[in-house]
Nanobody
Framework: QVQLVESWGGLVQPGGSLRLSCAAS????????MGWYRQAPGKERELVAR???????DYGNSVKGRFTVSRDNAKNTVYLQMNSLKPEDTAVYYC????????????WGQGTQVTVSS
């Protein structure tokens, strides 16, 4: 069984920074994607950023240039450094893990609230 444990989010002022982490444990295929999605009230869940075990990364358009995703493969941990935060970044952030063996497997963290407000 795979588990994803996220760090706490929190309240940050506009223009501020916050770092999230997510550690995966269990039976995980070494070639995988780890990343972050978010969901604001009344909106669909959207990609924030994801990074493959090889190091290649993708970002949602709204966070490009402000957020950076990274990972430590030895620790099965993914990080999201969020800078220049805006009120519209307020959402529940979910960690995600995907890998393919004979079919796709996908796992989600419990979600952590990030609120950007003065």
């Amino acid at each position: 069984q795979v588990q994803l444990v996220e760090s706490w989010g929190g309240l940050v002022q506009p223009g501020g920074s916050l770092r999230l982490s997510c550690a995966a444990s269990g039976s995980i295929f070494s070639i995988n994607y780890m990343g972050w999605y978010r969901q604001a009230p009344g909106k669909e869940r959207e990609l924030v950023a994801r990074i493959k075990s090889s190091g290649s990364a993708d970002y949602g358009n709204s966070v490009k240039g402000r957020f950076t995703v990274s990972r430590d493969n030895a620790k099965n941990t993914v990080y999201l450094q969020m800078n220049s935060l805006k009120p519209e970044d307020t959402a529940v952030y979910y960690c995600n893990l995907r890998f393919y063996v004979s079919s796709w497997s996908e796992y989600w963290g419990q979600g952590t609230q990030v609120t950007v407000s003065s």
